[in-house]
């Protein structure tokens, strides 16, 4: 009995200390010179992989290469590719996440070139 009100009382107050501890922390560091913004991408920039996304953009050839298309493709060509390749990859049908953002950055490099 004592169960649903219990637990009813915690997700309901408990809800509202968390999100004013978490406002008011935010706010403490703010004034103490914290720079989350800052600290984020110094971390990420110790990383290999950002080190490798980075320093090597996509080329002409591996956006190609993904979207298994010629060397000169019309704009609805890639259009057509990307959305074939992105639709395979969906991760609600058991695809691949990692492999619809390669795509979709194929598809934004061969199009930005175009235009």
């Known amino acids: 009995m004592w169960g649903p009100i219990l637990r009813s009382l915690i997700m309901t107050y408990g809800v509202k200390y968390a999100k004013t501890f978490i406002v008011a922390t935010v706010r403490a560091l703010e004034k103490s010179g914290y ?3 800052k600290i984020f991408e110094e971390m990420l920039s110790k990383t ?7 320093q090597n953009p996509m080329t002409r050839e591996e956006a190609l290469k993904i979207l298994n298309i010629k060397s000169n493709p019309t704009k609805a060509e890639i259009e057509e ?4 390749l992105y639709e395979k990859n969906n991760p609600e049908k058991g695809g691949s996440l990692y492999l619809q953002c390669k795509a979709m950055g194929a598809k934004d490099h061969l199009i930005s070139k175009k235009n």
Do not use: C, L, Y
């Not at 290999?48 to 980075?54: L, P, V, Y």
């Not at 590719?81 to 074939?84: M, P, Q």
């Open 35 to 37: 720079q989350p913004q």
């Open 48 to 54: 290999s992989a950002s080190k490798i996304n980075f």
């Open 81 to 84: 590719s990307f959305s074939r």
